[in-house]
């Protein structure tokens, strides 16, 4: 039997995230991208763009397409859900999506493995 | 492959060159154009132009195309049907097939003088440069002939400055196109633009002066008319001598006799345009000449085309005055009845043909206003879509303009310069999916010569169903103007409030960067403050420019280009010790590019601290003035355009619009800044400042309009300052000046409206808008150095402030450092890493 485990790493306080903003972060080597929004939830995909291949998605703006929270690519403006880490207009690409979580402390905690 | 030549290139020749070219998708036909002017095809309906501040680029109809051989300044001399060659003073060419595009000749009236120094013909670009290098200290010009082209040259000499008199022999001004009344009406708007006219009298003789040069006109009235200079506008000619000579068949009235295919009496020889005279009628528009251009070059890849004949309908301003006659605007056919309607006070007036039962429109004259000369004309032939005095009630009468268009067939022409029937529209719309004027434009041709269709390709959306959104985004129904408004009324401070009250949703990058640059151009506060943080793009989050690798350019403000050698050195030093990659720039900058996020603040301390500030190459945002050397040091200059520059940038520095912003100062009139292709372009004179505005335009390059000319540098500042402030209020999002311009009803003339003569009562409201933007101007960046929340968000990484982002590689190209490409994987990256002088890195 294969256990499925998750190993959260800290990343920083929450009141470190501005809302409706992103920022980078590095975890073993990888870059995520975390995004606060306004009504509190917090989210945490690649950092990498697959389109253009940089190291940006921090960067873009923060919003919603119907009901979904996105990002859109700062460099050609892509939108991604950021639960899921699809791209909503190009089919067949995504983010890797990572599991996120903040502790009674108030800490972000991120999995990546 | 066969050998077409076509003699002239104006601008049916030059339409028939495209034409052919287009339709020739198997390389079927090699095309030489033998041109007697130096220079290639322009637009003669729009020349008067030329005088009102266009260039002779403007006008220009040429696109280069390597597969046509056109030979400026070449004409033919010989035609030699039989053997099949054209001769020119160069060489011979063989043919297979011949058009003869040669055009008309301007008529010179046979009176005693006519070929005194000082009387000018109007009809190309070379005449209006002798006329304009003729009139320069004159005082006093005459203008004979009163139709059409008399009152463009009569226009031409009142923007040289001249006192201008019109004599025309009819009894009334344009007697072809307008009745006796509309002559009336026309004649009063002529006057008072200073204009004398003097109509029902010819011309008996020119008379010179001491100096051997016209001084005065004799009319055959016995009046003696003093003048500087005479302009000959008496009609035009087909130029059918060439053709004469070859021993082909011309008409009764002269022009190149062609059936209705446009070939002549000699098989592969044709002719079209103002030198064709079609089943024996020459005529002399360009729309036609285009529709003859079009079956020629449908009939050399083989197929059948025919010339219907064409619709001899015109709509004009002149000299500010709309005029339009359409159909049998003479009231030519049997038992046809007139309604007409003249109103003195706005100087209107309208006539209508009716059939004798008074159901079917025959055709009519307007002058004054002919806002509803499209409807009109096309529904020619048709029964009456409402009662004819509704039709013919000025704009502002509640007529629905999209009725009459609704009931036309849709055989019936809604673009005539193009021919282009209401059917091939609607089709452009369904099947090709086009949703806008532009696409309708672009798949048609529709709406591109004189443009009096646009309302209509507008109106047909909207009947077609096309629903035109002003909506910005899912986030909002309304316009970027509309929400400039609703936030400037309402005081809406935020873009959450703005977002409760009027929208749905959390915004996107659409919505989001558009009410932070209206915020910005309302509060003018730092942009990066609380909320306004989170509209920001990235490249104003960052206060830099974002390159395709993740890094971020540098630009610090140098305005007007000036520069002292310490502030080089500076960015030199600055450059060097960061490793960036330096380029001057476009605008008259230096561009340092490959900073890493958390190296901005280290480089922007040491440029601060030199003196220098943010050169908002991030924002949407006034960017540089660019400005050539002056009267300072130029031997040609006439003004300071160095001090005006940089005067203007620190003027307009840090502004938000909706789009990027440049602009331009050049000294002379040599224009060595370039300033007609900005946003807003300044040439000195020798009297001030020309103001150009409207250029650029980006993806589809234009050259700006002349707006005003020699203003003091005061009544420069303030027209600018009201420019700019009228557009940031009311374009749309990402919209360049130059569309702004072309979307306003009215264009140009109502932006002068109510930017100079405050016809909306808005002037003092834009002033105060400006001096409220230059008192609260502050530097972004020394504002952002200042604060340590501010400069907590320049960081690689939240866990990891000081690690340099990994993914950041640079490979060395001519000796500096560029991104590795991904094609470029043989080379050999190269780690540059942290500023080589560490000591001075700390913002602590």
């Known amino acids: 039997m294969i256990l499925d485990v998750q190993t959260f790493v800290t990343i920083c306080p929450v009141d470190r995230l501005e809302p409706d903003r992103g920022i980078a972060a590095l975890v073993d080597g990888v870059q995520i991208a975390l995004f606060r929004t306004s009504d509190g939830e917090i989210y945490a995909v690649g950092n990498q763009d697959p389109i253009s291949g940089a190291y940006v998605m921090s960067r873009g703006i923060v919003g919603s397409r119907g009901d979904t929270p996105t990002v859109a690519s700062p460099l050609h403006k892509q939108v991604y859900d950021l639960r899921t880490g699809d791209c909503l207009d190009v089919p067949g690409v995504h983010l890797p999506a990572y599991p996120v979580r903040v502790t009674d402390a108030s800490v972000v905690e991120v999995a990546v493995h | 492959m066969k050998r077409l030549v076509i003699i002239g290139n104006g601008m049916v020749g030059q339409r028939l060159v495209e034409a052919v070219r287009a339709r020739d998708t198997a390389a079927e036909w090699s095309v030489t154009v033998l041109a007697e002017e130096s220079r290639p095809a322009y637009d003669r309906v729009k020349l008067s132009a030329f005088f009102d501040g266009s260039s002779a680029e403007d006008l220009n109809l040429h696109t280069p195309d390597s597969g046509v051989d056109l030979r400026l300044g070449e004409p033919a001399l010989a035609v030699d049907t039989a053997a099949r060659v054209v001769t020119t003073a160069a060489g011979t060419y063989a043919y297979d097939a011949l058009v003869f595009a040669t055009g008309s000749y301007p008529f010179v009236p046979p009176v005693p003088g006519k070929d005194l120094p000082g009387v000018f013909?109007?009809?190309?670009?070379?005449?209006?440069?002798?006329?304009?290098?003729?009139?320069?200290?004159?005082?006093?010009?005459?203008?004979?002939?009163?139709?059409?082209?008399?009152l463009e040259a009569a226009n031409a000499m009142r923007l040289l400055g001249l006192s201008t008199h019109v004599i025309e022999f009819a009894p009334r001004l344009m007697p072809v196109q307008v009745d006796e009344a509309g002559g009336a009406m026309l004649r009063r708007y002529v006057e008072d633009l200073g204009v004398t006219v003097h109509t029902g009298t010819g011309t008996t003789?020119?008379?010179?002066?001491?100096?051997?040069?016209?001084?005065?006109?004799?009319?055959?009235?016995?009046?003696?008319?003093?003048?500087?200079?005479?302009?000959?506008?008496?009609?035009?000619?087909?130029?059918?001598?060439?053709?004469?000579?070859?021993?082909?068949?011309?008409?009764?009235?002269?022009?190149?006799?062609?059936?209705?295919?446009?070939?002549?009496?000699?098989?592969?020889?044709?002719?079209?345009?103002?030198?064709?005279?079609?089943?024996?009628?020459?005529?002399?528009?360009?729309?036609?000449?285009?529709?003859?251009?079009?079956?020629?070059?449908?009939?050399?890849?083989?197929?059948?085309?025919?010339?219907?004949?064409?619709?001899?309908?015109?709509?004009?301003?002149?000299?500010?005055?709309?005029?339009?006659?359409?159909?049998?605007?003479?009231?030519?056919?049997?038992?046809?009845?007139?309604?007409?309607?003249?109103?003195?006070?706005?100087?209107?007036?309208?006539?209508?043909?009716?059939?004798?039962?008074?159901?079917?429109?025959?055709?009519?004259?307007?002058?004054?206003?002919?806002?509803?000369?499209?409807?009109?004309?096309?529904?020619?032939?048709?029964?009456?879509?409402?009662?004819?005095?509704?039709?013919?009630?000025?704009?502002?009468?509640?007529?629905?303009?999209?009725?009459?268009?609704?009931?036309?067939?849709?055989?019936?022409?809604?673009?005539?310069?193009?021919?282009?029937?209401?059917?091939?529209?609607?089709?452009?719309?369904?099947?090709?999916?086009?949703?806008?004027?532009?696409?309708?434009?672009?798949?048609?041709?529709?709406?591109?010569?004189?443009?009096?269709?646009?309302?209509?390709?507008?109106?047909?959306?909207?009947?077609?169903?096309?629903?035109?959104?002003?909506?910005?985004?899912?986030?909002?129904?309304?316009?970027?103007?509309?929400?400039?408004?609703?936030?400037?009324?309402?005081?809406?401070?935020?873009?959450?409030?703005?977002?409760?009250?009027?929208?749905?949703?959390?915004?996107?990058?659409?919505?989001?960067?558009?009410?932070?640059?209206?915020?910005?151009?309302?509060?003018?506060?730092?942009?990066?403050?609380?909320?306004?943080?989170?509209?920001?793009?990235?490249?104003?989050?960052?206060?830099?420019?974002?390159?395709?690798?993740?890094?971020?350019?540098?630009?610090?403000?140098?305005?007007?280009?000036?520069?002292?050698?310490?502030?080089?050195?500076?960015?030199?030093?600055?450059?060097?010790?960061?490793?960036?990659?330096?380029?001057?720039?476009?605008?008259?900058?230096?561009?340092?590019?490959?900073?890493?996020?958390?190296?901005?603040?280290?480089?922007?301390?040491?440029?601060?601290?030199?003196?220098?500030?943010?050169?908002?190459?991030?924002?949407?945002?006034?960017?540089?003035?660019?400005?050539?050397?002056?009267?300072?040091?130029?031997?040609?200059g006439v003004q300071d355009s160095v001090g005006l520059a940089v005067a203007l940038e620190l003027r307009y520095r840090g502004l938000r619009s909706p789009h990027k912003l440049k602009s331009a100062v050049s000294g002379c009139a040599r224009e060595c800044a370039e300033a007609r292709s900005k946003d807003f372009g300044i040439i000195a004179t020798d009297n001030g400042w020309n103001l150009y505005v409207g250029g650029n335009g980006g993806f589809r390059p234009r050259h700006a309009d002349l707006f005003a000319t020699d203003l003091t540098t005061e009544e420069l500042v303030r027209t600018i300052d009201r420019f700019l402030i009228f557009y940031i209020r009311s374009a749309d999002r990402l919209q360049r000046t130059a569309a702004w311009i072309e979307s306003l009803d009215g264009g140009l003339d109502h932006l002068r409206d109510v930017i100079v003569h405050d016809s909306l009562g808005l002037c003092a409201e834009l002033d105060e808008a400006m001096a409220r933007h230059v008192t609260n101007y502050a530097d972004e960046w020394a504002a952002t150095l200042d604060d340590p929340d501010r400069l907590a968000r320049f960081v690689s990484f939240v866990n990891a402030p000081d690690a340099p982002d990994p993914s950041i590689s640079f490979t060395v190209e001519r000796g500096q450092p560029v991104p590795v490409a991904d094609d470029s994987a043989h080379r050999q990256p190269v780690l540059l890493g942290m500023p080589a002088v560490t000591s001075e890195g700390s913002l602590a």
């Open chain 2, 121 to 150: 013909v109007y009809r190309t670009l070379d005449d209006l440069e002798a006329i304009r290098s003729y009139a320069a200290g004159r005082s006093v010009g005459a203008v004979i002939g009163g139709g059409l082209l008399g």
């Open chain 2, 205 to 636: 003789a020119l008379n010179a002066g001491d100096d051997g040069a016209v001084a005065s006109l004799s009319l055959s009235d016995g009046a003696v008319v003093k003048a500087d200079m005479v302009i000959v506008a008496a009609g035009i000619r087909p130029r059918d001598d060439l053709a004469r000579a070859a021993g082909l068949p011309v008409g009764a009235r002269g022009g190149i006799l062609v059936d209705a295919t446009c070939t002549t009496e000699v098989a592969d020889v044709y002719a079209v345009g103002e030198c064709a005279a079609v089943d024996g009628v020459c005529y002399g528009l360009v729309a036609p000449g285009y529709a003859q251009a079009e079956v020629v070059a449908d009939r050399l890849l083989g197929g059948a085309a025919t010339f219907p004949g064409a619709d001899m309908s015109t709509k004009l301003k002149l000299l500010g005055v709309d005029v339009a006659s359409f159909g049998d605007a003479h009231g030519a056919t049997e038992g046809c009845l007139d309604v007409t309607f003249t109103d003195p006070a706005t100087r209107v007036y309208a006539k209508l043909v009716l059939s004798d039962d008074a159901k079917t429109l025959l055709g009519g004259v307007l002058v004054g206003d002919a806002t509803s000369y499209p409807t009109l004309r096309a529904g020619v032939g048709l029964e009456l879509s409402a009662p004819p005095l509704t039709l013919l009630a000025p704009a502002g009468a509640d007529v629905d303009p999209g009725a009459g268009l609704a009931a036309l067939p849709g055989a019936a022409q809604v673009c005539s310069c193009n021919a282009v029937t209401k059917d091939q529209i609607v089709s452009a719309i369904h099947e090709q999916g086009c949703a806008d004027v532009p696409a309708i434009k672009a798949c048609t041709r529709a709406g591109t010569s004189c443009g009096s269709c646009v309302p209509m390709l507008k109106q047909l959306l909207t009947l077609e169903g096309v629903e035109q959104s002003k909506a910005l985004c899912e986030h909002f129904d309304h316009s970027r103007q509309e929400l400039f408004d609703i936030v400037r009324v309402r005081n809406i401070r935020s873009f959450s409030a703005l977002l409760a009250e009027f929208g749905r949703g959390r915004g996107c990058d659409i919505c989001k960067p558009a009410v932070a640059s209206i915020l910005a151009s309302l509060n003018t506060g730092y942009v990066l403050e609380g909320e306004q943080a989170s509209l920001q793009d990235t490249n104003d989050h960052f206060l830099a420019n974002i390159q395709r690798n993740g890094t971020y350019s540098v630009v610090p403000r140098i305005p007007g280009g000036e520069i002292t050698p310490e502030k080089l050195i500076v960015i030199g030093e600055v450059a060097r010790d960061f490793n960036l990659y330096t380029k001057i720039t476009g605008g008259q900058r230096i561009d340092m590019f490959g900073a890493r996020v958390e190296q901005l603040p280290l480089i922007w301390k040491r440029l601060v601290d030199a003196g220098f500030e943010s050169g908002h190459a991030y924002g949407k945002s006034l960017r540089t003035i660019k400005s050539c050397v002056g009267s300072t040091w130029c031997r040609y």
